[in-house]
């Protein structure tokens, strides 16, 4: 390409270069650089140049005019449909979150799957996805977080040692092996809620919903290393108990994005981390300790986010916490006929903390998981408080938080 630095108009020669071999990206950054209004002198010699020219220009809503009826050259005016062609990239918001307007109030339907600050074409396809407002579903530390579990991102294959060998006894054996058990169940609840909001969140909130995935992610690859812990000892998984799937099943019925956070995330999964304390503290193989490590810090992410997206919701809606704390007490009164908590599952954390049958031994372990308790329902009590709620309404809520920890 050759450009003519002339007064008027602005010229450029496409010589040889047909349209269906590339002309157009020339014609096409030759107008992008000039002012609405202003003309593009365009020549050519590749047959049929002209008429190819005219087919782009009418596609494109550019204006056409020749200097000779011999169209032996043509004037080019970008025409308002061009712009028209595309929406307002202001509207998209910006692809950096910490620029000015750059996550919206509300993402508009016809943005569809386009990149945040992209230009989206008029006429594309709406997109209907129920999470379509910053109040409902943002995290103001959501792409933090995500960059955090990124980069603490832990391989089983390398992180743990599955080569130990278990000198413990059998029946602490059968305890690790029931807790896992339960322990499973759990997280396949912590994986299916927030997999069930991933798709109706507009990607709009790309942060967000990285943060979520990544949760998911870390979710599954619990649910591997605990089901491997299992089968690490010789064993199968143990018992499950109705009580113990109606209070999860509880989690799954949720359908408010913010409620079901709140409940499983702030509620259920910051219990969750003082019972993976537990486990790392007093488990009697390296194996099992190390794994419930690596766990608990990854569920603190989530415990982090679900604070930071209620934290952020409730300062506009501060009505909010009126709704979380009847979602405490409906889902206590929904599981009041059930067992909660089963049976083995206490006693194998007792049976865990006192590391064998020897009756000093299990009264120190019964110590163990009294203090467990505590621990877990301080942590739900001071979670409450910060998110505004009076400490009388948070010991209450804590005090009816489900039996079965999550």
Known sequence: MTTAETSSPTAIDIESLGFDAGAHLLVKHALAALSDGEPLRVTGRSPGWQAQLADWCRAQGHALAWEDDAHGAARVTRGSAEAGRWRDAARTGHADPRAPGAVLPQADPAWGLAARGARVEAGSPAFAFRLDRRE?????????????????????????????????????????????????????????????FLGQIHPHYRELQAALAIQVADEARHIDVFTRRIRAGGGEPALSTAGGQASLKSLLDEPDFSVAGFLLSVLGEGTFVNLLHFLAAHAPDPLTRQIAKLAARDEARHVALGMSHLLHRLQGEPALRGRLAQAVEQRHDSLAGTAGLNEEVFDALILIGAGSLAPEAVRQGFERVQQLMREMADGRFTRLLRLGFARGEAERLSALHTRNFM
């Open 136 to 196: 409902e579903v943002w995290a103001d530390n959501a792409a933090e977080l995500y960059a955090q579990a990124v980069s603490a991102q832990w391989d089983p294959e390398t992180a743990l040692d599955w080569d130990v060998e278990f000198t413990h006894p059998p029946e602490v054996e059968a305890a690790i092996r029931q807790v896992m058990t339960y322990m499973v169940e759990n997280e396949n609840a912590a994986l299916l809620v927030p997999a069930r």
